[in-house]
């Protein structure tokens, strides 16, 4: 009996430290964004998106740039270079390439840029816009815990790491 009884006080005290909200991994919505879906993008641009594409699940790597591992700067650097269009190697050169636009003329082929980084707003991270459609945007990137993925605006994380967008076509 006097060994029951730290048991049964250790299995409740571990039952009532249960959380009370309900979490769910799902990807979220949870913002709006504000763009013009009236333009068409250009065939170039649909061309790089689609090579983009082709990398979806690739690991991630610091300065890798094939199917073995990429890193987001890789991806941009790949994509571009795949239809004879010469870019920066890193974001930090890629975030003044090309001219910057408004968030809501962004378009198929464009790149979005982020910070990443907790209480600071430069640049680290890139991605390749992939969709535009009304109240989203959504881009293919180099996830450093995911890999490359395709993430979209309209989420929390992305929505308020989210610097600039910048067209280079």
Request: hydrophobic share 35%; proline share 2%; glycine share 6%.
């Amino acid at each position: 009996m006097k060994r029951l009884l730290p048991i049964l006080l250790l299995v409740m005290i571990a039952s009532s430290c249960k959380s009370k909200k309900n979490y769910s991994s799902k990807k979220r919505q949870t913002h709006t964004v504000k763009v013009n879906t009236n333009t068409k993008p250009s065939e170039e641009a649909e061309a790089i998106a689609n090579y983009a594409k082709k990398f979806n699940g690739t690991r991630y790597k610091y300065g890798g740039t094939t199917k073995r591992g990429m890193d987001c700067s890789g991806l941009i650097y790949t994509s571009f270079t795949d239809n004879n269009i010469s870019v920066p190697r890193t974001t930090s050169d890629l975030k003044s390439f090309g001219d910057w636009i408004d968030l809501k003329e962004v378009n198929v082929g464009d790149l979005v840029f982020f910070a990443t980084r907790k209480n600071s707003r430069k640049v680290n991270h890139v991605g390749i816009v992939t969709n535009v459609r009304t109240g989203n945007v959504e881009f293919i990137h180099a996830s450093t815990s995911r890999g490359v993925m395709i993430s979209s605006l309209a989420e929390k994380y992305w929505y308020f790491a989210f610097v600039q967008a910048r067209r280079v076509l």
